[in-house]
């Protein structure tokens, strides 16, 4: 398929969560995470706010 192998927005995203230092890493995935919901593109499980099992952050 055409695009599969373009980098996406989550790709970035991860790039750069992935570089940052361990103390940094869970204050910035919390602001990702909170303006993707922002914005519309997280929902239901894949909410990377949100622990597996429904317990909430």
Excluded: W
Aim: glycine content about 16%.
């Amino acid at each position: 398929m055409a695009g599969e192998d373009a980098p996406t927005e989550l790709d970035a995203v991860a790039d750069e969560l992935y570089g940052l230092p361990p103390a940094r890493f869970t204050a910035v995935r919390n602001t990702r995470a909170q303006a993707a919901r922002k914005a519309g593109g997280v929902r239901g499980s894949a909410d990377p706010g949100r622990r597996p099992g429904g317990r909430g952050r």
